[in-house]
């Protein structure tokens, strides 16, 4: 039964890495674009939650009325200002830029908040739970993480292929010159691309303030989960994002209940097996 | 008419003969500095040819890493395995962590390859981490708080401190010096013709018959096995490992990255340049702790964003300088 449960609790946090990875698998699929900072972007979200919450007494999920719009418009504006000026350049500026954009996030917010771990305290959500099966206990906050990704998800996919906005995201992620030529302003698209993407970030930055403690330097392990959720699920499949961070989950949610210390260690192999044998995910579908 | 066709300039002249004396001064520095100015310059060194390195990766072979921390720490864990465990002399234990570095990079590579730009560049990062938690589960190099070079391992190098201090001093030396030269012997090879078409076109090279994948390969393997020694080096400097600092991304990638960028990247000048500027920055600045981190990124931004090309780039173009030539002049007589 410990195994079952294992593999249930892993089923629930790959909802949370698939929020990760969500915002950076839309990203990529509009404009090409790995942001190395969107870790650090979920982590300075989770700060900025623990600071309004903190101000104002608010419940942590509520902080999100603010974070959200904040992070989105904190991402149109870089998008704006920085980002697009990196773009149509080869592979180097828009790496090394965002790069640079984690050191100086995670440095930043070590000069603000110190490096003392914080939480955001949920309350009863936290504690509160069901059984399943018997030894196989669901929390009511995986289970949220988990809907919350399902919707997200859900929601995405119907702005991408059902809305006036998300012809034009896949009318420049297919073929930039002639969106443009059709009037589609690329750059407004970019952005709104981005402000999407951090408006995802805050949610997962929210649920990962109120899941476990975190610091200035949680950033990079996040991006690499959301990356081998990407990877794993299929470069370009929204759905497959899902899978992958659930695929994820439950690796390391078994290696955990191996030993401790082979908790993370299994995810990372789980990726490189999966990149051994179906270097473009178990479903890709862009090429 | 007819022209001439070198590739030496009388820049590049003066500027080898000044590298030959600056090489005779540094050898020589033991006899005539103290310890602290031989660690100083032996840090410069390994960030030297750390960059140097990074350079042919990512400024020539196309390949942008950020896992470079993955062979920085395996080279010190083989150095510290072999000499702490097996009994030893740590500088035999240097080029083994070279070669093993290198062997462990050819099956990586393989795997890596799979992913495309960025995607790579996160794909090493993985395997770094990879690296990293498996050392940690070493139990008897002390599992996740790390351990110490015993002293009689330390012994083993020179049995003095000062004449200890002067080997790992000249290993450096070596090293960092052996980087560029490496690097300059490279790129003036035909692998170097190779490396310097991928970098200005990866597809016009390929339709030019290079085998883009083969030299990308060799590029990888190299660099693995020379960065395998620098971290070795950098254990015998450090004495104490533990796997967070032997396989720290700020350290061995992000400062590296940074000097690059900074310095000029695709140039052999660049990493030079950039690494004079960053300990610079950081004599001035260190004091300013995470701030510091901060203005180094802010940095690298401005610089990607408005003079791609880095420093050199810009004293390149505006003086047509070149200290380390590779390409070839025409002249008309």
Known sequence: MTWINAIVQGVLVGGLYALFAAGLSLIFGVMRLVNVGHGDLIVAASYLAWSIVHATGLHPLLSLIIVAPVAAVFGYTLQLGILNHTLGKGILPPLLVTFGLSVIIQNGLLQIFTADTRKLDAGALETGSFALLPGVDIGYLPLLMFATAVVVIGALQFLFYSTGLGREFRAVSDDREVAELMGVDERRVYAAAMALSLAVVAVAGVFL???????????????????EAVIIGGLGNLWGTLAGGVILGVAQGVGAEIDPGWQVLAGHIAFLLVLAVRPRGLFPRIS | MSALVSRATRA?????LLALVLAAVLVSAPWWTGIATERLIGEFMIYLALATLWNLLAGYAGLVSVGQQ????????????LASLAGW????????????????????????????????????????????????????????????????????????????????????????????????????????????????????SDSLGIRIDRVKFAVYVLVAGITGMVGALVELQKVRMSPDAAFSVNDWTAFVIFIVVIGGIGTIEGPILGALIYFAL????????????????????????????????????????????????????
């Open chain 2, 89 to 204: 002399s740590p500088l035999w234990a240097v080029p083994v962590a070279g070669l093993g570095a290198a062997a462990i990079a050819a099956p990586v590579a393989r795997l890596v390859f799979r992913l495309q730009g960025a995607y790579f560049a996160i794909g090493t990062w993985v395997i770094a981490e990879v690296f990293r938690l498996v050392c940690a589960q070493i139990a008897v190099l002390g599992g996740g708080s790390g351990t110490s070079l015993t002293p009689a391992a330390m012994k083993l190098v020179a049995a003095s401190r000062p004449a200890r201090e002067a080997a790992i001093y000249w290993l450096a030396l070596a090293l960092g010096l052996g980087a560029v030269a490496v690097a300059y012997a490279l790129l003036r090879s035909r692998i170097g013709l190779a490396l310097t078409a991928i970098r200005d076109s990866e597809i016009a």
């Open chain 1, 209 to 227: 303030a109120i899941r476990s403690n975190f610091d200035p330097f949680m950033g990079p392990g996040r991006l690499i989960f959301g990356f």
């Open chain 2, 282 to 333: 950081r004599e001035y600045l260190a004091e300013l702790g995470s701030l510091y981190l901060m203005i180094l990124g802010a940095l690298a931004i401005l610089v990607m964003l408005t003079a791609p090309q880095g420093l050199w780039g810009f004293v390149q173009r505006r003086f047509g300088l070149s200290l380390f030539p590779t390409g070839y002049r025409v002249r008309g007589l």
């Open chain 2, 12 to 16: 590049s002249y003066v500027a080898g």
């Open chain 2, 70 to 81: 993955a062979y920085v720490g395996f080279g010190a864990y083989v150095l510290i395995s």
